[in-house]
């Protein structure tokens, strides 16, 4: 049954590239103010399910519905609207821009999801300047960066490029986060404040869809925990009952 706090519910998703099911009949729910981790071996399916999520591949099959509404299919720029943001598994910055300009470039009307766009068009020519300026300062105090402001992108730790990634992705004003693989490439301190930022994030209302394999990450903030495996459900639950499945385990040693 549905999950009357969820505002993301998949069900039966799927997107085959060819004859390869890369995700195969998912089901999710992720509810309001929850850290829901997805896991599971590589290529298992879930980018291409944090893909379908957030309109970079339409699905074959199945629906995805935020908030009520199907976005299942709806481009890219569409879902963002709709309320759901993105993280990439390498951050994409612009490096020869502040931190503060990077933020800028998030919001809703600077080109949407097209970083090209949005450099093109100046954020000095846009309307409601300074409240944007305020409103990205506040994201940035929020991921930890407020020191920052008129750093290079480019100069920053990777951890920090990160948590600027993030700081852009909530310039949308979303209610949920896409994070693929955040904690990849960082240092083991980093992914420890990595770890701080999400349950932030948590308590400001965010829910949160998190792939991740650090499973240290995982036990610490998820609430729950779906592994897959071969685009299938594997096993669900908290973490401490998904990372001691038999299955799990077994998933990841032969791999
Ligand atoms: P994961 O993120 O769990 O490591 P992916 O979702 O990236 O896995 O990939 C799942 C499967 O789909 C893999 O076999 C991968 O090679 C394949 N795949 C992913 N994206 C594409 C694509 N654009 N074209 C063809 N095959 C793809
Ligand atoms: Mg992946």
Same mark, same amino acid.
């Given at each position: 049954g549905v999950d009357p706090d969820a505002i993301l519910v998949i069900e039966g998703a799927a997107k085959h590239f060819g004859g390869l099911k890369a995700v195969d009949g998912m089901d999710l729910q992720v509810a309001k103010g929850q850290i829901h981790a997805i896991i599971g071996p590589n290529g298992a399916g879930k980018s291409t399910l944090a893909n379908l999520i957030t309109g970079v591949y339409k699905p074959n099959g199945g629906t995805i519905s935020f908030q009520g509404k199907e976005i299942g299919g709806l481009a890219p720029h569409k879902i963002s609207r709709s309320g759901v943001a993105r993280t990439f598994q390498t951050p994409q910055l612009f490096h020869?821009?502040? *931190?503060?300009?990077?933020?800028?470039?998030?919001? /809703?009307?600077?080109?949407?999801?097209? &970083?090209?766009?949005?450099?093109?068009?100046?954020?000095? @020519?846009?309307?409601?300047? +300074? #409240?944007?300026?305020?409103?990205? $300062? @506040?994201?940035?105090?929020?991921?930890? &960066?407020?020191?920052?402001?008129?750093?290079? +992108?480019? %100069?920053?730790?990777?951890?920090?490029?990160? =948590?600027? #990634?993030? =700081? @852009?992705?909530? =310039?949308?004003?979303? %209610?949920?986060?896409?994070?693929? #693989? /955040? +904690? =990849?490439?960082?240092?083991?301190? %980093?992914? *420890?404040?990595?770890?701080? &930022?999400?349950? +932030? &994030?948590?308590?400001?209302?965010?829910?949160?869809? *998190?792939? $991740?394999?650090h499973m240290d990450l995982v036990a610490r903030v998820a609430d729950k925990v779906t592994c897959m495996d071969q685009g299938r459900l594997l096993s669900r639950g908290t973490p401490e009952q998904v990372l001691s499945d038999e299955a799990v385990i077994a998933a990841y040693l032969g791999k």
């Open positions: 020869d821009a502040t *931190v503060l300009e990077n933020v800028l470039t998030g919001f /809703p009307d600077t080109g949407r999801t097209s &970083l090209l766009a949005a450099a093109v068009k100046p954020p000095s @020519r846009y309307r409601r300047d +300074a #409240e944007m300026r305020d409103e990205a $300062e @506040r994201l940035l105090d929020l991921v930890g &960066l407020a020191d920052l402001t008129d750093v290079l +992108a480019g %100069e920053l730790p990777y951890g920090k490029q990160r =948590a600027l #990634e993030i =700081a @852009r992705a909530l =310039a949308s004003s979303p %209610e949920l986060i896409v994070l693929d #693989e /955040p +904690a =990849a490439g960082l240092l083991a301190t %980093e992914s *420890v404040g990595l770890g701080d &930022l999400l349950i +932030a &994030l948590r308590e400001h209302g965010y829910a949160l869809v *998190v792939v $991740e394999h």
